[in-house]
Nanobody, 124 residues
Framework: QVQLVESAGGLVQAGGSLRLTCAASIRNFRSYTMGWFRQAPGKEREFVAAAHWSGATTHYADAVRGRFTISRYNVENMVYLQMNSLFPEDTADYYC?????????????????WGHGTQVTVSS
């Protein structure tokens, strides 16, 4: 069964940190580019970060670069998003996603597999 399961969202004060995790049940996991997107209430889903299969190549949205770090542990089919210096505007549902291509994309349509999301709320 192909699935992505996110966890470790929650409520945090502005300036705080959270580490999201994503457990992937995907055959040939290491061949996928893995990404994180987020969707705030009333807004479209937007790209946050992505990591190439090796984890050595990553890409970030301008809004999170320098504060968020994506990483992956292929041995255990895990993906992480370390979020530091959180702002109230980071409040959103965060989704783990997988792209079967070998390139990093920022478009929602390029990602085939999606988790159900985990909620992150940053209070001011």
């Amino acid at each position: 069964q192909v699935q992505l399961v996110e966890s470790a969202g929650g409520l945090v004060q502005a300036g705080g940190s959270l580490r999201l995790t994503c457990a992937a049940s995907i055959r040939n996991f290491r061949s996928y580019t893995m990404g994180w997107f987020r969707q705030a209430p009333g807004k479209e889903r937007e790209f946050v970060a992505a990591a190439h299969w090796s984890g050595a190549t990553t890409h970030y949205a301008d809004a999170v670069r320098g504060r968020f770090t994506i990483s992956r542990y292929n041995v255990e089919n895990m993906v992480y998003l370390q979020m530091n210096s959180l702002f109230p505007e980071d409040t959103a549902d965060y989704y783990c996603t997988a792209d079967p291509s070998s390139s990093i994309h920022v478009e929602v349509r390029m990602y085939d597999i999606w988790g159900h999301g985990t909620q992150v709320t940053v209070s001011s």
